[in-house]
């Protein structure tokens, strides 16, 4: 008997999806800081076994009050999983705080399949008050399951394995079994780009950022060895922003390239040539054609 499905981990941005998901697909699938809105896009991760394909869907967390387009767009990826999981696993953390009426809430309390809540982050608390927590959250949506874990420390992440495959449907894989997720490598690229942008740079600016590969090329250093070279384009919403990126004398655009290429290095396992440039698109979060550009739809 083969098992397969779709475990889609819906949340609030910072609570620990990506964290959770990279744990179980045992891959750096989705990038992680400890800033809001990492996650952009939904990202599907996939863990094989010779009786099971487990296919996890990673979303942006759920933004109550979006100030952009672009916004809007990743609440609407959020709302997706709602329409086709097979397990719906809603992650919280122990200091997170939801009112009765939160539509999230709603929304899960008319699910109609397998209903995990994963309590992340639980070595912060007493085992009382995890107890307590329990109870509150049994009290208030009617889960099928509720696990308590430390995604970071892959605590407990074992036993949400097994709770996931006791209840995955009989099914044939949807994927070839030694592929890892449904993205190119030009999109890991990108986003890990955009990782040392939102940790290197603050306020503003690493949330008006965006990044697109423009090349990827399969070359040869002068010894033989592999060598990749990649361009990339930043996109900023002004002016000032670019001369943020870019830094006195390019120094912080020099700072970007090194961190960024030390990842994707060991991301291709091969040598790389990273070219990065900053160009600006005022407004382009509110922008359907830069959007659509950028792979968030419409």
Excluded at 44 to 67: K, L
Excluded at 201 to 212: D, L, M, N
Excluded at 282 to 288: P, S
């Amino acid at each position: 008997m083969h098992k397969s499905g779709f475990v889609n981990i819906i949340g609030r941005p910072n609570v620990g999806k990506s964290t959770l998901m990279n744990a179980m697909v045992g891959e750096r699938m989705s990038i992680i800081t400890n800033k809001p809105q990492t996650t952009r896009h939904r990202i599907i991760g996939i863990m094989n076994g010779e009786d099971h394909q487990v296919v996890f869907s990673d979303t942006p967390g759920i933004i109550e009050d979006p100030a952009y387009r672009m916004q809007e767009v990743m609440n609407r990826f959020v709302n997706t999983t709602f329409e086709d999981a097979d397990i719906m696993m809603f992650v919280t953390d122990v200091e997170e705080r939801y009112a009765d009426d939160d539509p999230v809430l709603e929304k899960l309390r008319n699910m109609e399949v397998p209903l995990f809540l994963v309590l992340n982050k639980v070595d912060l608390v007493s085992d009382g008050r995890l107890l307590q927590l329990i109870k509150e959250w049994s009290e208030r949506v009617t889960f099928t399951e509720i696990i308590p874990i430390s995604a970071l420390h892959h605590n407990n992440t074992g036993r949400l394995l097994e709770v996931i495959l006791k209840y995955l449907p009989e099914g044939p894989a949807y994927y070839p079994k030694d592929q890892l997720t449904d993205r190119p490598e030009r999109f890991f690229i990108s986003e890990i780009i955009r990782e040392k942008i939102l940790l290197l740079y603050h306020q503003e600016v690493p949330y008006s950022s965006e990044v697109i590969v423009t090349s990827f090329k399969e070359d040869e250093t002068n010894k033989g060895e592999a060598l990749v070279r990649i361009g990339a384009d930043i996109y900023v919403a002004r002016n000032t922003q670019k001369a943020i990126i870019i830094g006195k004398g390019g120094s912080a655009i020099k700072k970007l390239g090194t961190e960024a290429r030390k990842d994707i290095e060991k991301f291709l396992e091969k040598k790389v040539f990273l070219e990065l440039h900053v160009k600006v698109k005022d407004n382009w979060r509110d922008d359907d054609r830069m959007l659509k550009h950028f792979g968030y739809g419409g």
